[in-house]
């Protein structure tokens, strides 16, 4: 199993950016899907955004417009582009990749958007 760790979380004010970020420990070519997904507190695991390795691309109603997740291959790394960001993205975010039908999930990191 890779891991994947995910940085770049954080408090960031209402109305302001983020970029986070998911390093994988192998090659970014294992993963035929990957994504990041969130957690508030008190609430479910949820979808934020999908890549996959032709590049295309799924979000959330709720951040389609402010999010874009993108993968540098090279870098063997999946990022996150987070905008205009507000009250409502206060969660830890978490990147999984996965080989079908196996899965890997990084520790997650916290962004918390303050008023």
């Known amino acids: 199993q890779v891991q994947l760790v995910e940085s770049g979380g954080g408090v960031v004010q209402a109305g302001g950016y983020r970029r986070l970020s998911c390093a994988t420990s192998?090659?970014?070519?294992?993963?035929?899907?990957m994504g990041w997904y969130r957690q508030a507190p008190g609430k479910q695991r949820e979808l934020v955004a999908v890549?996959?390795?032709?590049?295309?691309?799924t979000y959330a109603d709720s951040v389609k417009g402010r999010f874009t997740i993108s993968r540098d291959n090279a870098k063997n790394t999946m990022y996150l582009q987070m905008n205009s960001l507000n009250a409502e993205d206060t969660a830890v975010y978490y990147c999984k990749g996965v080989t079908y039908p196996d899965s890997s999930w990084g520790q997650g990191t916290q962004v918390t958007v303050s008023s």
């Open positions: 192998g090659s970014i070519f294992r993963f035929n899907v």
């Open positions: 890549i996959t390795s032709d590049g295309r691309t």
